[in-house]
């Protein structure tokens, strides 16, 4: 049976079943490479109605505002000069927001979009109205510190650092265009980027790893599409009481129960590598982070290994919208 349900505004929307229903999905700025990542997420699922906007009226404020506010859901795939002025737009206090820029990351009143970080934030997902999406190198950094500073073995004035290999996917369609144009050749070696030490990701990895300080942080991008390893140095005789690896990986286990997004691997496992080499893409294609140990007493590397493009962005968004939802978390994801 067919209910016609009034939402406010002169709205209405239709339900077949409380089981069966249907939320209207809006995605601004659909033509970016999370944009269109995130209508391949949706666009096979049968509980989401997408709201495709006029190719014309992309930038047009008054058609923007009327598909925010008739959606259940809209993702905010655009620069955050852009998603402040959209936020600005949503006057519909159903509509959820879900933004992918780094505007509201740090923001008190809006819930990290990252389930797994602590006890209760699956719940603050569920229940906020404005989610902000966690970014790329960031989510493997917070996945790979926070339970240690939240454990108590690293010290919140922990001197952290950390380097990043990832895929050029993540620098958008012009970095896209110029990879696969070829004819470069310096575009064959990785490349170190970001040297002024203030890349943009650094506030939240601060804020949500409970860090005092940001860490000095080197992202490097390789000529390849996705994936992307963020590797964190530790010296475990600056940690706040003597622990190996064995130690670091028992609280990652503990933190991480149940998650089934999140894959914990033993210490030094020759599984763990291909003959030697680290695969920063093995996780491409899925919402999947593999948190790993390496080293020896001495010298620790923890290592986070995820999709750039899927837990580091467009699946990362599609898991906080069904975490609020209430779908099943890993509808339209590839653990």
Not at 85 to 91: D, Y
Request: with cysteine.
């Amino acid at each position: 049976m067919l209910v016609l349900r009034p939402q406010g505004r002169e709205t209405f929307r239709i339900f077949q079943s409380e089981s069966a229903m249907v939320f209207k999905v809006f995605v601004d700025g659909q033509e970016g490479t999370t944009g269109l990542r995130l209508l391949d997420y949706l666009s096979g699922r049968t509980d989401v109605e997408l709201l495709r906007i006029a190719d014309d009226k992309r930038k047009d404020p008054q058609e923007r505002a009327r598909f925010l506010n008739a959606s259940d859901v809209s993702f905010l795939c655009l620069p955050d000069v852009a998603s402040r002025e959209a936020v600005s737009l949503v006057t519909n206090p159903d509509t959820c927001v879900i933004d992918a820029s780094t505007a509201f990351r740090t923001a008190d009143n809006w819930a990290y979009g990252l389930p797994e970080l602590t006890r209760g934030q699956r719940e603050k997902v569920r229940s906020s109205k404005r989610i902000a999406v966690p970014g790329c190198h960031a989510s493997a950094f917070v996945l790979a510190v926070r339970p240690l500073v939240e454990a108590g073995l690293m010290p919140a004035d922990y001197p952290a650092s950390a380097f990043s290999l990832t895929g050029y996917s993540g620098g958008g369609k012009s970095m896209i265009a110029e990879f696969e144009a070829g004819g470069n050749p310096k575009l064959m070696s990785p490349r170190p980027y970001a040297l002024g030490l203030a890349h943009k990701h650094l506030p939240e990895m601060r804020v949500q790893t409970g860090l005092s300080q940001a860490p000095i942080f080197n992202p490097i991008v390789g000529n390849f599409l996705k994936g992307l390893a963020v590797t964190v140095p530790v010296y475990p005789g600056l940690l706040s009481r003597k622990a190996d690896a064995e130690a670091i990986l028992d609280i990652y286990r503990k933190h991480y129960e149940g998650e089934q997004f999140v894959r914990v691997h033993p210490f030094n496992s020759d599984a763990n590598l291909d003959n030697g080499f680290f695969d920063v893409q093995a996780n491409n294609d899925t919402n999947r982070v593999d948190l790993f140990v390496f080293g020896n007493e001495e010298r620790l590397n923890l290592v986070a290994r995820l999709d750039n493009l899927g837990k580091g962005a467009a699946g990362a968004a599609v898991q906080c919208m069904n975490v609020h939802i209430g779908a099943d978390e890993a509808t339209g994801l590839v653990a």
